[in-house]
């Protein structure tokens, strides 16, 4: 199947093929020129033509900064990738796939959509399917909990095509909470050919499911990758520079399980930390969620003039500006998984507003605390660290739980092998184009 074809299909079908700009491309802006060039422009080199087909899939901004490294060493190996956006995030992802130094083959645009979890599992199966069937890929790779990474796994089972999984292993123990993401990791699970460990806890959650060892690889976690490579690229910048005389604090809060109480819970901790502590500077990075966006800036409204000029309310940064948001910050307080990763990677102390957390490498390390959703709670806290120098240096741990930064280079060792043997296992019942077997 060739790169028109990939083309044509899509736009049949009515999605949106977006090829982006990377190495080895024209700097030509998209829709200039004739056809004819846009078309020379999006050709990707044909490659080794008997290599490993490799198609990996990203919905969210997350995803695609933990699946650089992969793409990178996979195509280093000699595979040919497939890089797809599901479009689950849509906003700033070409300068991000830009700064990676990414070719994405596609991405999809989903459309106006609401919050309902059916609405898009459904989007994304209907737009997804006739990607993964046209490309025809040997190996289909998704990563993490989001929703397209299950729809991935489903998609993949269904063209009887193996998965992998990356980041596979975490567990919070709690179906509800992270939701829907722990629920979508043991999913993968049961669906997954190889499943890509980032710890050696993560290790322990799938044996003790039963997964067996053989399909485990312990790798260190992609998101180490991104953020070395990442910070070797950053210079000095503006964005989220503190002066001497400001302890920066990040936040962010965008989990379905603090929607409403729980964020106006957040927001009203941070408001009086900030309003208690005048050397304390909040930047905090809204979700692109509008309903989210808008509960957070109702919680600042009518601040004095000497408090609000320490409070930035900014869009969802770009990735080397939350890197350098990182460098600059005194303090953590997130509900996200990567974030907390990537704090203890930039050796930044964080508080975790949830009530549990599927990465408790964060815990055991010493750089993070649970403080779930509560004012209170988070607001003693702060001030505890706030207080205590040698308690603040004590969640700066040398050495990150999450790996070296060679966790693509693992991964990519274990699927080159696959190309020792394309034909997978058929599992009982389904055929290879995903037709019910007779």
């Known amino acids: 199947m060739s790169r028109d074809e990939a083309e044509s299909s899509t736009k049949a079908a009515g999605f949106c093929y977006r090829p982006f700009f990377g190495r080895n491309m024209s700097r030509q802006p998209i829709g200039a020129g004739t056809a004819d060039a846009r078309r020379k422009a999006r050709a990707r080199p044909t490659g080794n033509k008997g290599a490993l087909r490799i198609l990996l899939l990203t919905g969210t901004r997350p995803d695609i900064i933990k699946t650089a490294s992969v793409v990178h060493a996979l195509e280093a190996a000699g595979c040919e990738t497939f890089l797809v956006h599901s479009g689950q995030h849509e906003a700033a992802v070409s300068e991000l796939y830009r700064f990676l130094r990414l070719r994405p083959f596609a991405t999809l ?13 459904a989007r994304l199966l209907e737009s997804l399917d006739p990607i993964v069937a046209r490309v025809a890929p040997d190996v289909l790779v998704v990563q993490g909990d989001t929703t397209t990474a299950l729809v991935g796994a489903l998609i993949g089972f269904y063209h009887r095509v193996p998965v992998a999984h990356v980041e596979a292993g975490l567990r919070s123990g709690d179906t509800v909470e992270p939701f829907p993401e722990e629920l979508n990791r043991q999913l993968i699970t049961r669906i997954a050919t190889w499943h890509f460990a980032p710890t050696p806890l993560a290790v322990a959650c799938l044996r003790r499911e039963g997964v067996p060892l053989e399909t485990v690889t312990m790798t260190g976690n992609t998101v180490v990758d991104a953020a070395l490579f990442g910070y070797s690229r950053l ?79 900014t869009e969802p940064l770009a990735y080397p500006e939350m890197l350098q948001a990182l460098r600059d910050a005194w303090l953590v307080v997130t509900d996200s998984g990567g974030l907390q990763e990537e704090a203890v990677t930039a050796r930044v102390p964080v508080l975790i507003t949830r009530r549990q957390t599927e990465r408790p490498e964060v815990i055991t390390c010493g750089a993070g ?5 509560d004012a209170r709670r988070l607001e003693v806290e702060v001030a505890r660290l706030y207080r205590s120098a040698a308690k603040w240096e004590a969640m700066r741990p040398t050495h990150s739980p999450f790996g070296d930064g060679t966790a693509g ?19 009982a019942g389904v055929t290879r184009s995903g037709a019910a077997a007779s």
Do not use: C, Y
């Not at 990519?412 to 296992?425: H, N």
């Open 109 to 121: 645009r989903l459309g106006p959509r609401g919050p309902q979890l059916a609405e898009l599992n």
């Open 235 to 313: 210079g000095p910048g503006p964005v989220a520079r503190k002066s001497e005389a400001h302890r920066l604090i990040v936040v962010t809060a965008h989990r379905r399980e603090n929607w409403g109480a729980g964020i106006d819970e957040i927001g009203l901790a941070m408001r009086r930390v900030v309003e208690r502590f005048a050397d304390v500077a909040v930047l905090w990075p809204l979700h692109p969620n509008p309903e989210v966006a808008s509960a957070v800036k109702t919680i600042w409204r009518g601040l004095s003039p000497d408090v609000g000029k320490r409070v930035r309310l």
């Open 369 to 373: 605390r649970l403080v779930g959703a």
């Open 409 to 427: 280079r693992r991964i990519a060792a274990v699927l080159a092998k696959a190309r020792q043997s394309r034909t997978p296992k058929v599992r």
